[in-house]
């Protein structure tokens, strides 16, 4: 069993940039795919970004393309997600989870506890 930690998040303008973290501890973190999710007040938690085990491959969401950066440290067992361009619509609780099935973005193992987001315009 995998413990994940997010951290990072924050209250920013629109237009800033945020970076979280995602440190994991137990299992072998760094052999799966990993990704991050977000849900929004009255919203379904919806896909991020993903990162395969080595780092060598990302996938992102439309709506995040070109603004987020996902990447990981398997040294120090841990992923980021770098935010820029930030938008309100971007405002949510981010979480990180520890085994992603890369080709369909679905989650399958632990999450953590999440960090706010919050962006004003």
């Known amino acids: 069993q995998v413990q994940l930690a997010e951290s990072g998040g924050g209250l920013v303008q629109a237009g800033g940039s945020l970076r979280l973290s995602c440190a994991a501890s137990?299992?072998?973190?760094?052999?799966?795919?990993t990704g991050w999710y977000r849900q929004a007040p009255g919203k379904d938690r919806e896909f991020v970004a993903a990162v395969t085990w080595s780092g060598a491959s990302t996938y992102y969401a439309d709506s995040v393309k070109g603004r987020f950066t996902i990447s990981r440290d398997n040294a120090k067992n841990t992923v980021y997600l770098q935010m820029n361009s930030l938008k309100p619509e971007d405002t949510a609780i981010y979480y990180c989870n520890s085994d992603v099935d890369y080709s369909s973005r679905r989650p399958f193992g632990s999450w953590g506890q999440g960090t706010q987001v919050t962006v004003s315009s």
């Open positions: 137990g299992r072998a973190f760094s052999s799966y795919d």
